[in-house]
């Protein structure tokens, strides 16, 4: 296998234009925690859609192999993101100079070897005390099949299949920190989900850029010292209250007080990276798309191939569990842990 690469920028940005990034994130104020998009169909329902990367998590306890009740487990995962630019579109003025980054851009090209770069999104991510992300791949696309209307689960076991190659749209990803804070690293495997994880500090101005949809990736837990995580549920909001400090709101009621320096704030930017003109027209004009028919079938010939399915017909749930245990296969927790 080709060695995956990876980027790292250290600083990342002119220092006054770091804390510029840090006064656009208090400007911005108040972040929901990140809510799972659902697909309108059946099918798509069958399982939640990042199935594959929570169930790992809670049957491994993580990359540490911690055991805790499911409730501790979903609050540490339930971090907060808002969206900054989505395509041309800028959300939150100022975040311009960041979107359109030139180093990104000339980083993603040599990430996929493809010249033409297009950045597709910039989100702010941020994770209290006591947060982690789980080990997992981000959802990859295909010309034909994304998150908005096919399972997340699919797609994701598709690209580690390694059977869409030709209908794949190579993304690359950068993730940035801002501030810092103690613990809360970005982990990564960068020789594959058997080789040895890498860990990146989350420290102020820097950054990594790398295939997200390829590499196992997560982010291990933001210290806590002596304090247990606030109930952090879905419709809690993370809410800047001005002189470095923020709260932590559900229901009307303040959960938790933090200050910079305490949370992780990082800001991910994704963008498409195509070969050439082509293959750029290709994606608009939906010339040569895969689809979820034709996935599904593949993957059952290939299941079949592998004697993992008979010849009979699964309900569509017990296919899709088969489709994900064969396929998305992570890295073990830490020997020992
Ligand atoms: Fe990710």
Redesign the pocket.
């Known amino acids: 296998m080709a060695p995956i690469r990876c980027e790292i920028f250290d600083p990342l940005l002119p220092e006054p234009q770091a804390r510029e990034m840090l006064r656009l994130c208090e400007g911005f104020g108040r972040y929901g925690t990140y809510a799972e998009e659902s697909v309108a169909d059946e099918f798509g329902n069958v399982l939640p859609q990042r199935y594959d990367a929570a169930v790992n998590f809670v049957r491994t306890g993580g990359r540490f192999a911690r055991r805790e009740a499911v409730e501790t487990l979903a609050a540490r995962t339930n971090y907060f993101r808002e969206t900054y630019a989505y395509g041309d579109e800028i959300r939150l003025p100022g975040i311009e100079p960041f979107h359109r980054h030139e180093a990104f851009l000339e980083a993603a090209r040599k990430i996929h070897d493809r010249p033409i770069v297009r950045p597709a999104i910039v989100y702010a991510n941020v994770l209290v005390p006591g947060q982690e992300?789980a080990v997992?791949?981000?959802v990859p696309e295909f010309r034909g099949m994304n998150r908005k209307q096919d399972p997340q689960w699919l797609l994701v076991a598709m690209h580690h299949s390694g059977l869409f190659e030709r209908w794949r749209m190579p993304i690359a990803?950068a993730v940035a920190y801002f501030e810092g804070c103690e613990g809360g690293e970005f982990v990564f495997y960068p020789d594959g989900r058997d080789g040895a994880p890498h860990t990146l500090a989350a420290r102020h101005n820097t950054a990594v850029i790398l295939d997200?949809d390829t590499v196992f990736?997560?982010v291990d837990r933001v210290a806590d010292g002596e304090r247990a995580i606030p109930p952090i549920r879905p419709g809690a909001e993370l809410v800047f209250a001005g002189d470095g400090s923020w709260r932590v709101e559900l229901g009307g009621e303040i959960l938790a007080r933090y200050r910079w320096g305490e949370i992780r704030f990082s800001v991910s930017w994704k963008a498409y990276c195509f070969a050439d003109a082509a293959e750029e027209r290709a994606v608009r004009e939906h010339s040569d798309d895969v689809t979820r028919a034709q996935a599904l079938a593949t993957l059952m010939a290939d299941l079949r191939a592998r004697e993992k399915l008979g010849e009979e017909t699964l309900p569509d749930r017990e296919l899709a569990l088969r489709i994900i245990d064969e396929y998305i296969r992570f890295p073990a927790p830490r020997e020992g842990a």
């Open positions: 992300l997992h791949t981000d990803t997200t990736h997560g």
